[in-house]
């Protein structure tokens, strides 16, 4: 298929996919301006301090007593303005109340970098902290949830509302009061891993959250795209399981690239030769790797073809402290408390020769993009949602509202410089640095890894320029040094998202000087790479211009670049543009247009990707559910999740012997420990469903449907195993009351647990489900940008596990 074909193509889709479920981006703002309007009408800077305390507490009763919030809005909003002037003299603009207004209403606000977002989303929070049900304010990492909750405490506080903050590692009694206030601050993940601690609590008074109400998520394109899939876990001590892991590093280091094993080009997926896999076998000793009973070793060496051949030290991962710690693909910073898949993040331990933590046994898990399912209201607010509408909408069910600046943003978007090579490009990235830094402009630098930015930074260094590199672990420091990057000479590299939610001012944090900063034409921001999403190139470049500074922003690229090699883009471009070798006399308009189409076909990919995930995933999150519920149920000593549901009659007997109140006590105790167990093994369970399922692929079938298939009978399966156990155990009471009640005191939680996040082999997992699935417009990015090596790949494996099979079927 011809690339214009192509695009003519996905162009026609996507209308037609607007014309069916509306368009989610919404730019018609005149509704709002009228409510706008109303607002400001309502004069309230002659009230005194009481009189706005009194207003609002009467709206409280109103909001309590049922009144409708969008009855409350115009008094609430005015409120609020009035209350922002007096408590943090900041007087709103006119987008930053369309925002907050758009926001009440369940939209995700678009209004760019350094509009003030954070004062914007007081507005609806206040307005759905009246009800009395806690609103929580979702920000991008714990340093600015603290600075938040500081910053616009005292409007919610000169209102009467009360406001808590939520850092990671605070006790349980701190968190149970940060959430119980009106309006709390939190980043998703540490409330994630509350809510998965709260779904393992004995009693309920040692859970730490209430029913969840209205999430304003803050950077929502970052929380609801691109950690969206991210499974959040909880893991207990258990007894440490053997590995085969080490054994299998070993001997997967001595194969040789090309003939024991194959690489796509894109290096996003590997697998074993013919050759290769034979040489296995034989080094290993234990049979064919095919054969049924050898599923665990065999997705050993998955993990470990995958840890040695696709992840790289120093880009994916680091290794400090004699641990191995995961580097963001997308922020380009070490991420805290992140593991990968089990089975891959003991493949890369035993890579890296690191002794393994003692085994813990996973006790619950949900991804993020589930947990925020689990509000009943959403909203969020970014500088970047427009791009990322349609999955927005398609995920979340929510439109995208564009709000303009307040002042017209006069950034100027350069073209990209294109170089054949990445040597090329780093001589002119450091010419065109050293020039401005030579005149005193600030320069900001945006790269795609900590490696690259090091690399730069030498390089400048060399060159006899100073600069200061972001990579540091610590969010306060990294907002300091970034709040510094307009001072005058100042030349800032970072990775592309290091540093967000800090503003950039002009001549420094305290714009101390500006003036000279602004002659010389503002802040000038540097990518050194494409990234594969639009979205966040936009997100780099938005960091100059802010409220109408002047400001410039500029891509420098290589045909060696990543991005280019991995999806073949080189090629394609040239084919586009009607160049045999490399893109000479094309105008840098023309070739922008093509890099951007480029971009959304590959956007297009990650969305279907990012599909096809939810998919598996949300069968596990139904029966989470239904497990959570029964528990809550039996938590709260409600419903009938208990004895009673399971044996009447025992539980007649159970009840006539101790008491209601010692039957409930010992019912909360032995059921849920029963039903965590049950949950904890069918999470290993699914677990290793999944790292066999893209083998079901490619033996032809549907691997959502066998996953679905295999996953169904097993919780069935668990959810009778345990009624079975209770059942069991209440017998064993039933007949000896004394000594059945010491063990029953032994049925305990773990005695320690800990959370991390698990980083979703998106590459292999992912890439092996998109083969058995039609996959529609990604299926038309994939044509063009050739991954025809990995149908080539899958049909290799095929044949071999077939012939494997075969050789296996002749010796029996
Ligand atoms: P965003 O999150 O949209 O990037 P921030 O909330 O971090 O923006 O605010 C950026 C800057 O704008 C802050 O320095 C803040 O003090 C300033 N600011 C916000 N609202 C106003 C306002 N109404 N008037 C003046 N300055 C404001
Ligand atoms: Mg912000």
């Known amino acids: 298929m011809s690339h214009r074909l192509s695009r003519r193509w996905s162009s026609k889709a996507a209308s037609i996919i607007r014309k069916i479920t509306g368009n989610p981006v919404e730019t018609d703002l005149s509704g709002y301006e009228r409510t706008l309007a109303g607002i400001k009408a309502r004069r309230l800077e002659k009230e005194p301090a009481r009189a706005l305390v009194e207003m609002s507490k009467d709206l409280k009763e109103r909001a309590r007593s049922g009144t409708a919030l969008d009855d409350l809005r115009l008094e609430a909003f005015a409120l609020v303005r009035e209350a922002s002037r007096r408590a943090v003299r900041l007087d709103p603009f006119d987008p930053q109340i369309i925002a907050g207004l758009a926001m009440a209403e369940g939209?995700?606000?678009?209004?760019?970098?350094?509009?003030?977002?954070?004062?914007?989303?007081?507005?609806?929070?206040?307005?759905?902290?009246?009800?009395?049900?806690?609103?929580?304010?979702?920000?991008?990492?714990?340093?600015?949830?603290?600075?938040?909750?500081?910053?616009?405490?005292?409007?919610?506080?000169?209102?009467?509302?009360?406001?808590?903050?939520?850092?990671?590692?605070?006790?349980?009694?701190?968190?149970?009061?940060?959430y119980g206030c009106d309006i709390t601050y939190a980043t998703a993940k540490e409330v994630g891993f509350d809510y998965l601690r709260d779904q393992l609590a004995g009693r309920i008074e040692e859970t730490v959250l209430r029913p969840f109400h209205l999430a304003l998520v803050d950077e929502a394109d970052s929380i609801l795209i691109d950690e969206a899939r991210i499974p959040l876990v909880i893991s207990g001590f258990t007894e440490a399981g053997a590995s085969d892991a080490l054994d299998v590093a070993r001997h997967v280091e001595r194969l040789e690239e090309g003939t024991d094993f194959q690489t796509d080009e894109a290096r996003t997926a590997v697998s074993l030769t013919d050759a290769g896999l034979d040489r296995l076998e034989r080094a290993l000793g234990r049979g064919g790797l095919y054969d049924d009973s050898n599923q665990a070793l065999l997705s050993a060496v998955h993990c470990a073809l995958h840890a040695r051949?696709?992840?790289?030290?120093?880009?994916?991962?680091?290794?400090?402290?004699?641990?191995?710690?995961?580097?963001?693909?997308?922020?380009?910073?070490?991420?805290?408390?992140?593991?990968?898949?089990?089975?891959?993040?003991?493949?890369?331990?035993?890579?890296?020769?690191?002794?393994?933590?003692?085994?813990?046994?996973?006790?619950?898990?949900?991804?993020?993009?589930?947990?925020?399912?689990?509000?009943?209201?959403?909203?969020?607010?970014?500088?970047?949602?427009?791009?990322?509408?349609?999955?927005?909408?398609?995920?979340?069910g929510r439109n995208v509202v564009v709000v303009p600046p307040n002042r017209?943003?006069?950034?100027?978007?350069?073209?990209?410089?294109?170089?054949?090579?990445?040597?090329?490009?780093?001589?002119?990235?450091?010419?065109?640095?050293?020039?401005?830094?030579?005149?005193?402009?600030?320069?900001?630098?945006?790269t795609a890894s900590v490696r690259e930015s090091e690399e730069l930074a030498a390089a400048l260094r060399a060159a006899g320029i100073v600069c200061r590199v972001l990579n540091a672990k610590n969010d306060e420091e990294e907002a300091r040094t970034i709040a510094q990057a307009g001072r005058p000479g100042a030349v800032t590299i970072s990775t592309n998202m290091a540093g967000r939610g800090t503003d950039i001012k002009l001549g420094g944090a305290g714009e101390e000087e500006k003036e000279p900063v602004v002659a010389l034409g503002g802040l000038y921001v540097i990518g050194t790479n494409r990234h594969e999403s639009l979205r966040i190139d936009r997100q780099l470049r938005g960091r100059a211009g802010r409220q109408g500074d002047p400001g410039c922003s500029k891509f420098f690229i290589s045909f060696e670049d990543e991005i280019f090699e991995r999806y073949g883009l080189g090629e394609a471009l040239s084919d586009a543009l009607g160049l045999e070798d490399g893109p000479r006399d094309v105008s840098p308009r023309r070739l922008n247009r093509e890099i951007a189409h480029g971009q959304r076909l590959i956007e297009a990919r990650n969305f279907n990707l990012r599909k096809s995930l939810w998919e598996f995933s949300h069968l596990v999150e139904l029966q989470r559910r239904?497990?959570?519920?029964?528990?809550?149920?039996?938590l709260s000593g409600a419903g009938d999740g208990g004895l009673a549901g399971l044996d009447p009659a025992l539980h007649a007997q159970c009840l006539s012997a101790w008491g209601k109140e010692r039957l409930e006590k010992l019912e909360k105790r032995v059921v849920l420990y029963h039903l965590d167990r049950g949950w904890a093994d069918h999470l290993a369970l699914i677990q290793e469903?999944?790292?066999?399922?893209?083998?079901?692929?490619?033996?032809?079938?549907?691997?959502?449907?066998?996953?679905?298939?295999?996953?169904?009978?097993?919780?069935?399966?668990?959810?009778?195993?345990?009624?079975?156990?209770?059942?069991?155990?209440?017998?064993?009471?039933?007949?000896?009351?004394?000594?059945?009640?010491?063990?029953?005191?032994?049925?305990?939680?773990?005695?320690?647990?800990?959370?991390?996040?698990?980083?979703?082999?998106?590459?292999?997992?992912?890439?092996?489900?998109?083969?058995?699935?039609?996959?529609?417009?990604?299926a038309i990015a994939a044509g063009i940008y050739g991954p025809l090596f990995l149908f080539t790949l899958v049909l290799g494996r095929q044949r071999r596990r077939r012939k494997k099979k075969r050789n296996a079927a002749s010796k029996r």
Not at 133 to 155: E, Q
Request: charged fraction near 25%; include cysteine.
């Open 626 to 634: 239904m497990v959570a519920a029964r528990r809550e149920s039996v």
């Open 689 to 778: 469903i999944r790292e066999g399922i893209h083998l079901v692929s490619l033996g032809g079938y549907s691997p959502l449907e066998e996953f679905r298939k295999s996953v169904t009978e097993a919780f069935l399966a668990m959810r009778q195993r345990t009624d079975e156990a209770v059942l069991r155990t209440f017998r064993s009471l039933a007949r000896d009351p004394e000594g059945a009640e010491l063990e029953a005191d032994a049925l305990k939680g773990p005695s320690s647990t800990w959370t991390y996040l698990v980083s979703d082999d998106q590459s292999g997992w992912g890439m092996g489900l998109l083969q058995g699935k039609n996959i529609g417009v990604a």
């Open 309 to 396: 051949v696709l992840l790289r030290r120093d880009v994916d991962y680091i290794v400090r402290n004699g641990k191995v710690e995961i580097v963001d693909e997308f922020t380009g910073r070490v991420v805290d408390k992140r593991h990968w898949p089990d089975g891959l993040q003991a493949a890369v331990e035993s890579k890296e020769n690191l002794s393994r933590r003692g085994g813990g046994t996973v006790l619950g898990s949900i991804t993020v993009q589930h947990f925020l399912g689990l509000y009943p209201k959403l909203a969020g607010m970014t500088a970047t949602a427009q791009s990322s509408a349609d999955e927005l909408h398609e995920f979340y």
């Open 408 to 446: 017209p943003c006069i950034r100027v978007d350069e073209p990209d410089d294109v170089f054949a090579t990445r040597a090329a490009k780093s001589e002119a990235l450091v010419r065109e640095i050293a020039a401005a830094n030579a005149a005193g402009r600030p320069v900001l630098v945006g």
């Open 107 to 178: 939209k995700i606000v678009e209004l760019p970098t350094g509009e003030g977002k954070t004062l914007a989303a007081v507005f609806p929070a206040y307005l759905h902290a009246l009800t009395g049900s806690g609103v929580h304010v979702l920000t991008f990492n714990d340093y600015l949830a603290r600075r938040d909750a500081a910053w616009m405490g005292p409007i919610y506080e000169l209102l009467g509302l009360s406001v808590g903050c939520i850092q990671e590692g605070q006790g349980a009694a701190a968190k149970r009061s940060a």
